[in-house]
């Protein structure tokens, strides 16, 4: 899995590249209502995305950005390549001379799709989307979902140290600012608790798995058992404990270079949880609580999130 990743590394380069050299109110468009970054996603990727066939196979990772995607991708991959029986970690791509196409569904240009479609059984998706903007085809085929999400505090705190360490997005000069645009809708793949409010319509569904970031912190070997027994992969011991090593933020953290090249730095920054109480004043706190009583509190997912654990001083 390596090699694709590497692919991804040399799109978001050439994108960072792009990103220095434009204007802060550039960064991003609107596509459908919601915001992107400009550099690595574009309208015609989208409409490419709307007739791309999922398989019901596939192996599809959903999550909002800074909600623990690189660590579920990295447990994913290593999963899919122990049911392929391949050492996890061992490139897997069909052609050397032909790099994966990069796994997230909207980032990239229109013509990842074709080489996507040629991609073996089973794949690895992934995407930041809401659902009602994934391809119709991930539900009809009833391709399996992991559902990642994460306290919407920590969410916010990770996104503000993320747009300030890459390019590709629109950097802030204070913790405030960037807390008033987190709550007015104006971040990258859109508001996120309608984000999650979109998601638990689906959240009864049976080929979808819903796991918190919380708790595959709290206990890494059962969340990841509990994944592969979702997607149907059988894992000896000697296989649970290498894939819980292999996703640990040390593990993950000292790999960065190799897995992910000089964007490792902002991928992978502290990996914990509750670092919100570092810059959360009291009063923006309690907008956030309100907001989240009105939007997700008492739905199946607000009350998977333990938001009084998590998000309460």
Request: include cysteine; aromatic fraction near 12%.
């Amino acid at each position: 899995m390596e090699k694709s990743r590497n692919t991804s590394d040399d799109f978001i380069e050439k994108a960072i590249a792009a990103a220095n050299s434009m204007h802060r109110d550039e960064l991003l468009f609107s596509y459908k209502g919601i915001l992107y970054p400009t550099t690595i996603c574009s309208p015609e990727t989208f409409k490419a995305l709307e007739s791309f066939e999922a398989r019901s196979d596939d192996v599809i990772l959903a999550a909002y950005p800074k909600s623990g995607t690189n660590w579920l991708s990295q447990i994913l991959t290593d999963l899919i390549a122990i049911s392929q029986k391949k050492t996890p970690g061992s490139e897997r791509s069909m052609n050397p001379e032909e790099p994966e196409p990069i796994p997230n569904l909207e980032i990239g240009d229109a013509k990842k799709f074709e080489p996507l479609s040629k991609v073996p059984s089973p794949r690895f998706l992934a995407s930041h989307l809401r659902p009602e903007n994934l391809p119709k085809s991930i539900f009809k085929n009833n391709a399996k979902i992991l559902l990642v999400i994460r306290n919407p505090k920590d969410v916010a705190t990770s996104f503000y140290h993320f747009c300030n360490g890459l390019a590709l997005l629109p950097s802030y000069e204070t913790w405030d600012e960037f807390f008033t645009d987190f709550m007015t809708k104006k971040m990258a793949w859109g508001c996120y608790l309608e984000y999650l409010s979109e998601w638990n319509k689906y959240a009864d569904k049976e080929n979808i798995m819903t796991i918190t970031y919380e708790e595959v912190k709290e206990n890494p070997a059962l969340s990841v058992k509990n994944i592969a027994i979702f997607f149907g992969i059988p894992l000896t011991e000697e296989q649970l404990q290498l894939v819980v090593e292999r996703s640990s933020f040390q593990s993950m953290k000292k790999n960065s270079d190799k897995t992910h090249g000089s964007f490792g730095n902002v991928l992978f920054r502290k990996g914990g949880v509750s670092d919100w109480k570092n810059l959360f004043t009291e009063d923006q706190s309690e907008k956030m609580d309100k907001a989240f009583e009105e939007h997700i509190a008492g739905t199946k997912l607000g009350k998977k999130l333990k938001y009084d654990l998590y998000c309460k001083a």
